[in-house]
């Protein structure tokens, strides 16, 4: 089965360092989606995007959140200036039809942020 | 926004017996997910329930949607340790958004 590859598998970095979390949706896929878990707490929506713009975000995406979509394959989540509260697992998700379609999630980046 | 009440949030029995976690809210959804998560793993869609009242089986694992559509169980029948894991439902918010409860811990002793 097609799968959404997320890299790196780990990050860690340094408190107002940026970083880009790299995501390779479903290649048939149209609508991206970002979720984020911190340890021991719920999965949280952070941002869908479709048609090459965000469609909704949650009050967790503030400014220092950015999603691009570069190339045909990659869809990229940028913290401009980390925090310690950033600190979770990130996982990207894709669907060719929204979220009442099966949503195919990857295996996640886990960002520390020390 | 929604938020969605798993419970339990543990639980622990032997293998062979019956359990049901269950998934409550306060809001209507237009429907609901069951996935499991292994440790380093994102969440894997294991059903999706649409109609106030639904029933879906997988194997031993039967979901219900209640008739309202405000909550949802998980039973497992005759549990097997290969059925450890993190359960999580999550509601349908919109088109875009996924509201996901606490999840349900379950450990299955062989």
Partial sequence: ?????????HQVTQMGQEVILRCVPISNHLYFYWYRQILGQ???????????EISEKSEIFDDQFSVERP?????????????????AMYFCASNRQGTNEKLFFGSGTQLSVL | TQLLEQSPQFLSIQEGEN?????????VFSSLQWYRQEPGEGPVLLVTVVTGGEVKKLKRLTFQFGDARKDSSLHITA???????????????????LVFGQGTRLTINP
């Fill in chain 1, 1 to 9: 089965e097609p799968e959404v590859t997320q890299t790196p598998s």
């Fill in chain 1, 71 to 87: 190339d045909g394959s990659n869809f990229t989540l940028k913290i401009r200036s980390t925090k310690l509260e950033d600190s």
């Fill in chain 2, 79 to 97: 549990a097997q340790p290969g059925d450890t894991g993190l359960y999580l439902c999550a509601g349908v918010q919109g088109a875009q958004k």
């Fill in chain 2, 19 to 27: 359990l049901t976690v269950y998934c409550n809210s306060s809001s």
């Fill in chain 1, 42 to 52: 719920k999965v949280e929506f952070l941002v869908s995007f479709y048609n090459n």
